[in-house]
Structure formats: C-alpha cells, structure tokens
C-alpha cells in the first residue's frame, strides 16, 4: 500500500491558481482599507478639534446648520456605513439627532444622512483650525 504525504497540497479544494487569484484579491482589498485610513488621516489632520460636554468633538458645517459628531467615531470611519449621534448646536436648544456617516473615497469628503428613514448623504465641510 502507498503512503500518503500527508500534505496540505494534495487535500486542498483549491488549485495553485485558485490560490494566486484569493490571495491577490485580499491583497487589493488590504491596499483599498489602506488608502482609505491614510485619505482620513490626511482629511482631519488639519481639522479643528473642540471640547463639547467634557468629550472632543468635530464640527461640520453646513449653509444651515452646524453639528458636532464625536472623535471616536471619525477614528473609526471607513467607507461603510455607520450610525451616529449628531449633537446640534442653535439658539433654542441642544439636540441629538441621529444619522448615517461614511467616508467617500472618490472625493475625499465626509458625507452624512441626517435622516434614517430618508437616507439622503450630503457632503459636509469640516471646521479647519
């Protein structure tokens, strides 16, 4: 009788270009997560940070309104979608409203729903300091 081996190239499913095919695509997509968290890095470097209730916070801008969304959250920004609370600042009162987040990597901007019913992302400018 024949002795096996025993090595992990003769029981894979997957073939040797198979392999070279798995392995490029999860290099690609290392690289994307990459390029991302060093665009983000480089967007808010230059962003002015505020202390708001004891916590820091960025402001974005808009021709209306101005929000307060949290640093940790733009820590973990990518280009997929997060929830969060916006902290909006006006004459009356202090609201929370919640809203959709994410990073769009093709202009480099952040864009945010303010609606979770009607998701609708708009781009928003950052205070720079």
């Known amino acids: 009788m024949a002795e096996k081996s025993g090595t992990a190239d003769e029981t894979s499913p997957y073939s040797e270009a198979e392999k070279k095919r798995i392995m490029a695509a999860l290099e690609e997509e290392r690289k994307r997560a990459q390029t991302n968290i060093e ?11 505020f202390l708001y209730k ?3 916070y960025y402001k974005v801008k808009d021709y209306k309104n ?3 969304i949290r640093a940790s959250v733009i ?10 609370e ?3 600042s006006g004459y009356t009162a202090n609201r929370i ?7 769009d ?3 480099n901007r952040v864009l ?3 609606s979770k019913v009607r998701i609708y992302y708009k781009p928003f400018d950052v205070v720079s300091a």
């Not at 665009?39 to 940070?49: E, G, L």
């Not at 919640?98 to 990073?103: E, L, M, T, Y």
């Open 39 to 49: 665009a983000i890095k480089h967007y808010f470097s230059d962003k002015k940070i």
């Open 54 to 56: 004891g916590k820091e």
């Open 66 to 68: 101005s929000f307060y």
């Open 75 to 84: 820590d973990s920004l990518n280009s997929t979608v997060q929830e969060i």
């Open 86 to 88: 916006l902290e909006r």
């Open 97 to 103: 409203q919640r809203g959709f987040i994410k990073w």
């Open 105 to 107: 990597p093709a202009r």
């Open 112 to 114: 945010i729903s303010l």
